[in-house]
């Protein structure tokens, strides 16, 4: 009989991949702490435990949730969190938070903003640094539903930083997204494009209650007339406006109806495998695009010559398009060698 020696990376991959099975958060932490890691010797590892645990994701719907400030993402992240843990549903929320663009520092508060939840056994939060990625979207978001999911969470909710580019970068991960918004639609949607309001599948009036309830249901309607008249972001959905009461806990059963009732007519339609595929590819791209950023800035050559060529076009010498074209013919002799 011939024994395989096992080595450490081989046990500590089959630990973590043991525990996620069994939904050990401690576990399930760890391992998304792997594959968020910027070393090089821990890709191979990652990327070995991504493959291992593919055959048990898919089992979930995936909710992306972005929103103005001021909205109360975390308060109704927690208020629908907590109602469906109540109902025996497993929910992971990946909570994307703002990095300082000079230290990378992040504030990592959402486990803070959201106390109730973190302590329910039914739910995991994670929050992670947005490390400056376009939409404050952690590159690494996508391998983290994947985990999640092998670990028996059939809810995943991405928040995203606020509103801005990350809608759309949300919208190429999630099944279904809804934007917060508050009072005052009018003021609100002078500043919001119309491409933002063509990304969602559902816009969420938050804090209709006390004597804010008349204003929501108000803006709910001025929400409504403007979606009729746009495109829907998803074929054969019709996009509306909710009102809830995050903090009363008002309306967040009937969120839960109409996000099942999206998933069943997208199911129905084709619309859901076709966008799970959709989801797949823009991965890749934006994998491959940036793997070709981190191998051309770290080049030694680019290193060595990116400084004269910002120089010349600094001083005239140059032109962008010139420079450009130039640091790309070095680049490919580079990796030539």
């Not at 999911?149 to 991405?158: D, L, W, Y």
């Not at 494009?193 to 309830?213: M, P, R, S, T, Y």
């Not at 829907?232 to 009363?248: M, N």
Request: aromatic content about 6%.
């Amino acid at each position: 009989m011939k024994f395989v020696k096992r080595t450490d990376e081989t046990i500590h991959l089959e630990t973590l991949f043991q525990g996620i099975m069994k939904g050990n958060s401690a576990q399930l932490s760890k391992a998304i702490t792997l594959i968020e890691s910027n070393a090089s010797r821990h890709f191979t590892e990652a990327q070995k435990l991504i493959q291992k645990i593919l055959p048990y994701t898919k089992q979930s719907i995936r909710i992306g949730i972005s929103g103005v400030p001021g909205a109360g993402k975390s308060t109704f992240i927690e208020a629908l969190g907590l109602t469906l843990c109540n109902q025996g549903h497993r929910v992971a929320v990946l909570a994307i938070d703002p990095s300082s663009s000079l230290s990378g520092g992040s504030i990592l508060g959402d486990k803070t903003r959201m106390e109730q939840l973190s302590s329910h056994p039914l739910a995991f939060i994670r929050p992670s640094p947005s490390e400056g990625v376009l939409g404050g979207v952690h590159r690494k978001t996508r391998e983290s539903m994947l985990l999640c999911e092998a670990a028996g969470f059939n809810v995943i909710i991405v928040e995203t930083v606020g509103v801005g580019q990350s809608e759309a970068v949300v919208r190429a991960m999630t099944d279904i997204f809804l934007m917060l918004v508050i009072t005052g639609a009018g003021d609100e949607l002078q500043g919001m494009k119309k491409g933002i309001l063509e990304l969602v599948d559902a816009i969420i009036v938050n804090k209709a209650d006390g004597d804010n309830k008349i204003q929501a249901e108000l803006t709910k309607d001025e929400y409504n007339r403007i979606l009729h008249f746009l495109q829907p972001a998803t074929k054969g959905w019709q996009t509306e406006a909710y009102t809830c009461s995050s903090i009363l806990n008002e309306g967040i059963e009937e969120i839960w109806k109409m996000i099942n009732l999206f998933i069943k007519s997208a199911q129905e339609t084709g619309v859901f495998e076709e966008r799970r595929q959709e989801q797949l590819k823009e991965w890749m791209k934006q994998s491959l695009t940036n793997q070709l950023l981190h191998l051309f800035f770290t080049d030694e050559l680019m290193k060595q010559h990116l400084p004269l060529l910002e120089k010349e076009i600094l001083t005239g010498e140059k032109t962008v398009s010139t420079a450009v074209m130039e640091a790309i013919e070095l680049f490919k002799s580079s990796q030539r060698k």
